[in-house]
């Protein structure tokens, strides 16, 4: 009964990681993309300006997610980091590049330098995102068991890869999708359009793999495929659809606060889908929730520990997203620096 | 744990990847506790400054928690990421821990991960909040954010304690854990000294480290105010802690030897269980138990350890080798327990040097070498830091759950070859990273040094200006 709760809390977890994580590793996917210094100066000044206060605070979901996992189901903990060696070491480098690149790209004051961080920031923006979807359909298209030894197997096979190219293709929306609501928010005309027409794009892309994905995981994942093809899991994909629709259609209206809304939507509903469709598993079909769970006293305690959490953290949280969305937050500039 | 299991354990002893798993581990961890220091204490030194500049609405107090804040923003964001390495690393190099163990222990993490992402939370409002929140808003939004990082460090600590002297747990039949009580396992023998010791350790480090950013200055002449009250602040903090962290750190010791004998016997290379003890400072031990090299101060360890030369102290042989640390190890854990102590020792002193001259004088000490004392200190207590760490978990070899699981039954199966692979790309992203953060730190230095000695409206070749200091800024 315990083991359910957290195991809702640790899709909670990976839903809000998806979501706050995804829309950074977006962003930094689009500076990826946006082109030489000259061209890509506009939208990498917006991706600067709208990422840096809330960039640490996004990626913090991802310890979560690992401290549960360990905590509340350590054979899973376990199993995942045995037999996914080497994508999650991968994207463990990846996420150091990526926080070192942003974080000192914007004091250099070399155009070249700054070239160089900003690379290693937007690469990486790319493949963390591959590696760790990567890992997540390889656990749910059931390649790994308790026991499982390293293997390529186990995260380069077609669930796995197109998760990891669905995973970018999301981040890559979400992170339009923000931009766009941020470029108006700075003022930026010039970079709605631009932002608005990315997000457009992705979802398509996101369409696209979703199709060829239904194909891939009809035989090679099918427990999963069957959970989201039936009952409630694609009850709640069909709502993330209309979600992601609805999306392109507020965007198209210029209501781009409430785009963001039904952007995370989609994504967190898709999550869920995954999450639910799994059921009673945590990998299909060798370890269930029941089969993984620690110590319920253990269990107890770390529901409490979230709660409790949950009342201090909201509320600071809250303030952090409404003060960054209303312009309050903003970097201290050089000249604050020098004047007395 | 019986006999078969033992020689079992031995016989698989040193499987190939123990040795790039625990360098790997030894590497990461090394780097990113150099700046846990400033992650714990910084805030608290900024908003300690900060509110010295809104309530005597001092100007310069204001300049200086600005700029400490520019600089909290870079190392925040490189300690996030080297901390989110660590926890990866759990799973990557020591999945057998975490399988066995993780619900045990993990709790204190779970405290952890949500206290940081509060630090994580407010320190993103108060470093971004300087220029458009209200003065006294921006303050008090921020003065959480110390508790917060003491309530990250409980958990991590909790962590780490639990694994020197783990309980609150029975083995069942096949050796695993079963009944687990959380709240002994939160609250384990060695956590409350390793708390405080940690808690004393990481503050006076940041006081010193920044106090001596504006020693170097002092030193070079710029005796402004601004150099006075970046020196001042910090230093006094730090100046009180030591004495505070002298009492604490030898409270640990004893704990530790209360609580895990073979570890004390490793950090004061006891090698025979006897009474009068005698202390070696520094010396190797050697396989057969002899002691080359080092100063012998007869009877002192016994002394040390229980206040009578006649304290029985338990030695290496008291356990089979498989399960105390090799003499190497012993020998490591030593050298850094003895650097830790006569760095906490000489600290002491620097520290007396400043109460002294404050009481007698109500000022600084005028002795350069005062200030050339007090400009190193920030890196000798760097030096502590790893120290400390090296002579805990060294010391703890080779249990990775003290008395319970070894290293080499927690590490992964993954090739050594990957690992040796992995520390090479990782040795070279972080000297790239921690390269880089330290450039960049010196050229905000640079940068605030020359706009400071040009004043704004000062003409090249014109009259200088020389503002706010008492004896002008000589270049």
């Known amino acids: ?340 | 744990m019986s006999g078969t299991h033992s020689a079992i354990a031995l016989l698989a002893d040193t499987p190939p990847q123990l040795l790039p798993a625990r360098e790997l581990m030894a590497f990461t961890l090394a780097s990113h506790i150099l700046l846990v220091p400033f992650g714990v204490a910084l805030p608290a030194i900024t908003l300690l400054m900060h509110y010295r500049g809104l309530r005597g609405g001092d100007p310069v107090a204001l300049q200086l928690a600005r700029r400490w804040s520019a600089v909290m923003a870079v190392q925040f964001a490189i300690g996030i990421v080297t901390g989110t390495v660590l926890s990866f690393e759990f799973g990557l190099l020591w999945p057998g821990m975490m399988g066995r163990w993780g619900d045990v222990f993990g709790l204190g993490f779970g405290i952890e991960a949500w206290a940081f992402f509060l630090e994580a939370i407010l320190i993103a409002i108060y470093l971004h909040g300087w220029r458009r929140l209200k003065p006294w808003t921006h303050f008090w939004l921020g003065v959480p954010l110390p508790l917060t990082a003491l309530m990250g460090a409980f958990g991590i600590i909790a962590a780490n304690s639990w694994m020197n002297t783990p309980r609150g747990f029975t083995l069942d039949a096949d050796g695993n854990p079963v009944h687990v009580n959380v709240q002994q396992a939160v609250f384990t023998p060695m956590f409350g000294p390793e708390y405080w010791h940690f808690v004393a350790g990481v503050i006076l480090t940041a006081g010193y480290v920044v106090a001596g950013v504006y020693a170097v200055g002092w030193l070079r002449g710029r005796r402004d105010r601004y150099h006075r009250l970046g020196f001042t602040v910090p230093f006094t903090v730090a100046a009180i802690l030591t004495p505070v962290q002298f009492m604490l750190g030898d409270s640990i010791a004893r704990s530790i030897f209360h609580k895990q004998p073979v570890k004390f016997a490793a950090a004061e290379i006891v090698w025979k269980t006897g009474t009068h003890v005698p202390e070696y400072m520094f010396g190797r031990l050697n396989s057969d138990g002899t002691i080359s090299g080092g100063l012998k101060i007869p009877q002192l360890d016994s002394i040390l350890a229980g206040f009578s030369p006649d304290t029985k102290v338990t030695g290496l042989t008291s356990v089979p080798a498989s399960d105390r640390p090799t003499p190497t190890q012993a020998t490591i854990a030593h050298w850094a327990f003895d650097i830790m102590v006569t760095i906490g020792s000489l600290l002491l002193l620097l520290a007396l040097w400043y109460a002294w001259c404050w009481l007698r004088r109500r000022d600084l000490p005028r002795s350069p070498w005062f200030f050339r004392c007090a400009a190193l200190a920030g890196a000798a207590c760097l030096l502590t830091v790893e120290c400390g760490w090296i002579t805990t978990e060294v010391g703890r070899q080779p249990w990775i759950v003290y008395q319970n699981m070894r290293v080499s039954e927690a590490v992964t199966d993954t090739r050594a070859s990957s690992l040796w692979t992995m520390l090479g790309i990782v040795v070279v992203v972080y000297a790239a990273a921690f390269g880089t953060f330290l450039a960049v730190v010196l050229k905000m230095r640079t940068r605030w040094r020359t706009a400071d000695e040009l004043p704004e409206g000062d003409t090249p070749y014109g009259p200088r200006v020389v503002a706010g200091s008492t004896k002008g800024s000589a270049r």
């Open chain 1, 1 to 340: 009964m315990i083991q359910d709760v957290v195991a809702w809390v640790l899709l909670a977890a990976v839903a809000a990681y998806a979501c706050a994580g995804g829309t950074d590793y977006g962003a930094g996917f689009w500076d990826l993309v946006a082109g030489g210094s000259e061209r890509g100066k506009r939208p990498r000044w917006l991706i600067d300006h709208a990422m840096e206060p809330v960039w640490e605070t996004n990626n913090v979901w991802l310890i979560f997610v690992l401290v549960i996992m360990w905590t509340g189901f350590p054979v899973l903990f376990q199993t995942l980091f045995t037999a996914m060696w080497l994508p999650l070491a991968l994207a463990a480098v990846g996420l150091v590049l990526r926080g070192a690149g942003f974080a000192l790209r914007k004091p250099m004051t070399r155009l070249a330098r700054r070239r160089i961080y900003g690379a290693v920031f937007a690469v990486s923006s790319l493949l963390t995102p591959f590696f760790l979807g990567a890992a997540v359909g390889g656990l749910a298209s059931g390649k790994v068991a308790p026991g499982t030894k390293a293997s390529a197997d186990a995260w380069a096979n077609g669930t796995s890869v197109i998760a990891g190219l669905l995973t970018i293709a999301a981040t890559a929306f979400l992170g339009a999708v923000f931009l766009t609501a941020d470029a108006r928010r700075f003022d930026a005309a010039d970079l709605v359009g631009y932002f608005r027409l990315r997000a457009w794009c992705s979802l398509g892309v996101v369409a696209v793999l979703a199709v060829v994905g239904l194909a891939v995981t009809h035989d090679d994942a099918r427990y999963v495929y069957d959970g989201l093809t039936s009952g409630i899991g694609l009850a709640l994909v069909l709502v993330a659809a209309v979600s992601a629709l609805a999306t392109a259609g507020l965007l198209y209206r210029a209501a781009t606060g409430w785009a963001r809304i039904t952007a995370v939507g989609s994504v967190a509903l898709v999550v869920v889908a995954w999450g639910l469709a799994q059921r009673p598993y945590l990998i299909p079909t060798s370890l269930t929730v029941d089969q993984a769970a620690g110590a319920s006293t253990t269990l107890r305690w770390l529901v409490l520990v979230t709660v409790i959490a949950v009342v201090l953290v909201g509320p600071p949280l809250v303030l952090l997203y409404r003060l960054d969305t209303r312009g309050e937050l903003q970097p201290l500039t050089e000249a604050d620096l020098r004047e007395k």
